[in-house]
């Protein structure tokens, strides 16, 4: 029986060749059929790929089998078979482009500089203690934060990962420079370096939630502080923890509750959207 699944996980490691670790993951994907996307830096790799069961575990074996990722968080979730349309794996100064290469410095531990790592339990344990003064923080784009998020989260007008030195220099969070700020994304790889960039802007108690809401959402589900679907990057594009979740999004052509994106022709061109069922004609009647 087919059983497709598709793996979430980075490394944040000094990695002296980088076009080495391409040449390698790019083999051993294509020996295992995988498909998706894997980017890699000097600091580390990023890794988004998917295809069946059997093949997507000898690949995460294969690549445990190198030291530096030997200890890496794998998160597993199910895929629809046809998640990806290719495979991409290349070599960037980033493994998550904010723009900042030279403020990222890493060593065998990870990240150094960034925000305190919290596990689900202890960013409860936070706000039990510091209620309301808590803010959590949205480290992805506003299109993701559109379908779900924590709770009262900051979500800044970021319409992808580069904006977000801009929006942190703006002025418009210095407020929050005092308090304790919860980031957050999808597995926790972009609040590794937003955390970093916060902290050198002033912020001066910066935190990021180990796994980030992929492993808060499989530890409290729907019954915690997170809200609505999460947005993935593959052909799903959005999963929920639990039938309970809400939903949040709302069409942009009707106003109705969705958590259904597409690519949603205008003027400008297609841009990808919340449409709901019953507006997905119109767009198709449009294109």
């Given at each position: 029986m087919s059983?497709?699944?598709?793996?979430?996980?980075?490394?944040?490691?000094?990695?002296?060749?980088?076009?080495?670790i391409r040449l390698w993951q790019r083999t051993l994907c294509e020996a295992n059929d995988l498909k998706g996307r894997i980017i890699i830096s000097a600091h580390g790799i990023n890794v988004t790929v998917g295809g069946e069961l059997a093949q997507v575990k000898r690949y995460v074996?294969?690549?445990?089998?190198?030291?530096?990722?030997?200890?890496?968080?794998?998160?597993?979730?199910?895929?629809?078979?046809?998640?990806?349309?290719?495979?991409?794996?290349?070599v960037r100064p980033e493994i998550v482009t904010f723009g900042a290469p030279d403020e990222i410095k890493v060593d065998e531990n990870g990240v150094i500089g960034g925000g305190t790592h919290l596990?689900?339990?202890?960013?409860?344990?936070?706000v039990d203690e510091r209620g309301d003064e808590v803010v959590f923080f949205?480290?992805?784009?506003?299109?993701?934060?559109?379908?779900?998020?924590?709770?009262?989260?900051?979500?800044?007008?970021?319409?992808?990962t580069r904006d977000f030195l801009s929006e942190i220099e703006s002025g418009k969070y210095d407020h929050l420079k005092d308090k304790p700020v919860v980031t957050y994304c999808t597995g926790g790889v972009r609040c590794e370096?937003?955390?970093?960039?916060?902290?050198?802007?002033?912020?001066?108690?910066?935190?990021?939630?180990?796994?980030?809401?992929?492993?808060?959402?499989?530890?409290y589900r729907d019954d915690g502080l997170w809200e609505g679907a999460l947005y993935v990057f593959d052909s799903r594009m959005t999963t929920t923890f639990s039938p309970a979740a809400k939903t949040l999004g709302q069409c942009t052509l009707c106003g109705a509750a969705t958590s259904r994106f597409e690519n949603?022709?205008?003027?400008?061109?297609?841009?990808?959207?919340?449409?709901?069922?019953?507006?997905?004609?119109?767009?198709?009647?449009?294109g």
């Amino acid at each position: 029986m087919s059983i497709p699944k598709v793996v979430l996980f980075y490394v944040f490691t000094p990695l002296p060749d980088p076009e080495a670790i391409r040449l390698w993951q790019r083999t051993l994907c294509e020996a295992n059929d995988l498909k998706g996307r894997i980017i890699i830096s000097a600091h580390g790799i990023n890794v988004t790929v998917g295809g069946e069961l059997a093949q997507v575990k000898r690949y995460v074996r294969e690549t445990r089998s190198y030291a530096p990722f030997r200890e890496a968080d794998i998160k597993w979730s199910d895929g629809a078979g046809d998640d990806f349309p290719r495979l991409s794996v290349k070599v960037r100064p980033e493994i998550v482009t904010f723009g900042a290469p030279d403020e990222i410095k890493v060593d065998e531990n990870g990240v150094i500089g960034g925000g305190t790592h919290l596990s689900p339990e202890q960013v409860h344990n936070l706000v039990d203690e510091r209620g309301d003064e808590v803010v959590f923080f949205d480290g992805r784009n506003a299109l993701e934060a559109a379908v779900g998020r924590f709770r009262d989260a900051v979500v800044t007008d970021a319409a992808a990962t580069r904006d977000f030195l801009s929006e942190i220099e703006s002025g418009k969070y210095d407020h929050l420079k005092d308090k304790p700020v919860v980031t957050y994304c999808t597995g926790g790889v972009r609040c590794e370096v937003l955390s970093v960039l916060m902290r050198n802007r002033g912020f001066n108690e910066v935190y990021q939630i180990d796994g980030g809401i992929v492993r808060y959402g499989e530890k409290y589900r729907d019954d915690g502080l997170w809200e609505g679907a999460l947005y993935v990057f593959d052909s799903r594009m959005t999963t929920t923890f639990s039938p309970a979740a809400k939903t949040l999004g709302q069409c942009t052509l009707c106003g109705a509750a969705t958590s259904r994106f597409e690519n949603y022709p205008d003027a400008l061109g297609r841009d990808l959207t919340l449409v709901c069922e019953g507006c997905s004609h119109t767009t198709s009647d449009a294109g």
